[in-house]
């Protein structure tokens, strides 16, 4: 099919497509007939000295025609094809009334490092990169087997950022993989340009506080995920993968777990529940017991809290909600400042505003240690999207311990789980292996049990293939 006379592709046309674009380069050798259009900072200068500058700075008007039947050279047709392609980094050769496409991507784009946010102690330490290609490499490097499959999507009106779904053949369930790519061909907005914000278009109830989907930045923990039957995406311009479906529980596994003796792992994976516990409950006891049941405190202990709060003018669920705030901005205040300075507020502002604010009788000692403790026990959980959830929610439940005492924190841990119980993620249960009841996964789930136990895939990915071929994360 002929295309239609105004989308033929010509220079003047492409050059007007990109007007008031100062970082397009054009240039033309009127010796050959032939002008080039590029993005310079797309384009991998090497490769454009090799293939484009010295071949036609040499070429006269009778070779040019044989360059252009080399292969890597793919002539366009339509004005669309020629715009997409020097916005993908090609570039354009117009030679008389033909334009021709030349690959030669190559931004300046940052090596592969370590992650700040999920270190480890032992295992590998290099981490996903804003370049897709790059991410995918580091997988393709780990699985090398051709049930690896790749979905390639698009979203974005005018990002038009390519969005990629990876699973294993024969061991994931289809069906999250189509409600999955049905998912993201069903986003309309303009730009996309994280995981992050990729979660928050597909989740089944983007209203809920916690994270229903994992996203890690760590190529050996998406390997394991893909082995387990899960389903992986990678967004370009983001370090992040994301792993669907997930369970509430796996916030808590950290690729330490995996890499450590099984008792060690064990041990660790319990010590993690056991600061979701103290992060949620700690604080808020602290409210009602000094508000509503001081018959809890033990006699020793009762005198020494009365002198504590003493000089203390307001009710305990004030202080407490005044101290918490005051934790979060100095974390905060951590977390956005250079991070010699942030050391420095987070030691420095906690010591110097904790002993201040009991000198002057603002709050008292023991509520400082509660606080701390909490505060302590949100960094034990490995993801960060999950702690700040738990935080989140840890005022809530505060502030029904100051009006209900006991009966308050009961109601707010009630209420939580009712909410969690409500969640799913790609349609699965999100407190499985626990509702639905599944004991044979809490060997990988509260335990982390040895590799030769560990020789069926979780239930909440449904797959046939439910057995591993080899024992092993």
């Not at 039947?69 to 997409?84: L, M, P, Y």
């Not at 950290?254 to 450590?260: A, G, K, L, R």
Request: glycine fraction near 6%; include cysteine; hydrophobic fraction near 45%.
């Amino acid at each position: 099919m002929e295309p239609d006379s105004k989308n033929i592709p010509t220079l003047r046309h492409i050059l007007n497509e990109f007007d008031q674009c100062a970082d397009l380069n054009h240039r033309s050798f009127p010796e050959i007939s032939t002008d080039i259009v590029y993005f310079p900072h797309t384009v991998d200068n090497e490769m454009f000295i090799q293939e484009i500058l010295i071949p036609f700075d040499r070429l006269k008007m009778d070779e040019i025609e044989k360059l252009f039947e080399q292969s890597k050279f793919t002539k366009a047709i339509d004005s669309k094809t020629v715009v997409v392609g020097i916005l993908d980094g090609c570039v354009a050769v117009f030679h008389r009334d033909t334009v021709y496409l030349l690959g030669a991507y190559g931004p300046e784009a940052r090596s592969v490092q370590q992650s700040e946010t999920e270190t480890v102690i032992a295992g590998p330490h290099d981490a996903f990169v804003e370049t897709a290609l790059t991410n995918l490499s580091l997988i393709r490097r780990r699985i090398k087997s051709s049930h690896l499959k790749i979905i390639k999507c698009e979203i974005g009106e005018v990002s038009k950022t390519n969005v990629y779904i990876l699973y294993l053949k024969d061991i994931a369930n289809l069906t999250y993989v189509e409600d999955l790519q049905n998912r993201i061909n069903r986003i309309e907005t303009d730009a996309v340009n994280d995981g992050g914000t990729l979660t928050q278009f597909i989740e089944d109830m983007p209203n809920s506080v916690f994270p229903q989907f994992l996203t890690t930045e760590r190529p050996d923990v998406a390997v394991s995920k893909l082995a387990a039957g899960r389903i992986i995406t990678i967004i370009d311009n983001s370090p992040t993968a994301i792993s669907a479906p997930s369970s509430f529980f796996e916030f808590f596994s950290s690729p330490d777990d995996y890499y450590q003796r099984w008792a060690l792992g064990t041990a660790l994976r319990l010590l993690r529940f056991l600061a979701l516990v103290i992060t949620i409950s700690f604080t808020a006891m602290y409210v009602s017991v000094t508000t509503f049941h001081y018959e809890m405190i033990p006699e020793a202990l009762l005198r020494t809290l009365a002198e504590s709060r003493n000089r203390v003018p307001f009710p305990p669920v004030y202080e407490a909600l005044l101290m918490e705030i005051m934790i979060e901005l100095l974390r905060e205040a951590g977390a956005r400042l250079p991070t010699k300075i942030g050391q420095t507020i987070g030691i420095v502002g906690g010591i110097v505003i904790g002993q201040a604010a009991v000198q002057a009788g603002l709050t008292s000692n023991v509520l400082i240690i509660a606080v701390a403790s909490s505060a302590i026990a949100s960094f034990v959980i490995p993801s960060y999207m999950m702690s700040a959830s738990i935080r989140l929610i840890r005022f809530g439940i505060i502030i029904l311990t100051g009006v209900w005492g006991n009966m308050g924190l009961v109601m707010g841990i009630a209420l939580v789980v009712i909410h969690l119980s409500s969640l799913t993620s790609l349609g699965s249960s999100y407190l499985i292996p626990v509702a639905p009841m599944k004991t044979g996964d809490w060997k990988d789930v509260f335990f982390r049990a040895p590799f030769s136990k560990l020789t069926s895939r979780p239930s909440q990915v449904k797959t046939t293939n439910s057995i591993r071929q080899k024992n092993g994360k």
